[in-house]
C-alpha cells in the first residue's frame, strides 16, 4: 500500500480538494486529475458503480496520481470491507449518528490491534501478496488508510460532542442535502436553523483540532474554505453544470436543452 497523498495534505494542514463521481467510468478518473484535484470520491451509496468497478476506479486514480476514496453503500463493516480489498485508500462512511457508530467504522476499517477488519492475503490493496509481508502491510494500511464519518442527520449534530472523542476518525464530513432533510427542511440547506446546526458543529470540530469536512462548489468553495474546512469535494454534476454555463454565457446564446 502507498503512501496516502492526499491524507498527508490534510495532517499538514491544507485543504485537498476532490470530485465526487456516481458513474463507473476510469476516463473520467483520469481527467480528474488531469484537473489537479486531489482525489475522487467514488460514491456507492448513490451511484451505479458495483464492487467490480471500484477497483477499476481505484486503479484508474492511482495510474493518474490521486487518492481513491469510496463511499460504501452502508456503515455496515461488511460494505466497507468490500470497497477497502478493492483497492481505495480511505472510506467516506454515511449516516453516522453516534459515538458507537463511529467506533464502529473505525473497526470495520484497522486492523488489529486498532480494529477488527478482515485481513486475506492477496488482496490488491496487499499487492495481490507480491509486496510487502503483511505484518509490513497490516501497519502501513492502519497508518494510512483515512476514515472520515458523515454527520447527516439531527441525531449526529446533537451526539457530536460525544462523536468527536472518537480517537482514529480523520475526517467529520457534515452532508448538507440529508441533514436538511432530517430536520425537517428536504432540500434546503440554507434554512435557518439547518445553516445554525451545521456552523455551530463546524465550530465544534475545529474546537476539539480536528479535520472538518464538507462539499463544494463553484459558487460557494471560498466560502468553505473560510470555514476551516479543508476535506472537500464538488460533484461532478456541479462541475460540469458550471463549465456548461460558461460556455454558453460567453457564446452569447441560452443551451438548447436542459433545466
Partial sequence: MKQNK???KLLRGEPAFG???MIPCPQIVEMVGKLGFD???IDCEHGTISIESVEILAMAAEACGI???ARPRTKSPEDILNVLDRGVMGVQVPHVNTAEDA????EAVKYHPVGKRGLAAGTRPDEYGFGETMDRFVEISNRETLVCVQLEEGLAIENADDILNVDHV???FIGPSDLSQSMGYPGNAKAPAVQEAIESTFR???S????????GSSDNIKSVLEKGVLYTYTHLTKLLGHAGKDFFKNAGVSPQSGR
Fill in 170 to 172: 480523520d475526517v467529520f
Fill in 204 to 206: 465544534k470540530i475545529l
Fill in 103 to 106: 467506533r464502529k467504522v473505525v
Fill in 39 to 41: 482525489w475522487i470520491l
Fill in 6 to 8: 492526499m491524507k498527508a
Fill in 67 to 69: 487518492t481513491p476514496i
Fill in 19 to 21: 470530485v465526487s463521481i
Fill in 208 to 215: 476539539a483540532r480536528r479535520i472538518a469536512g464538507t462539499p
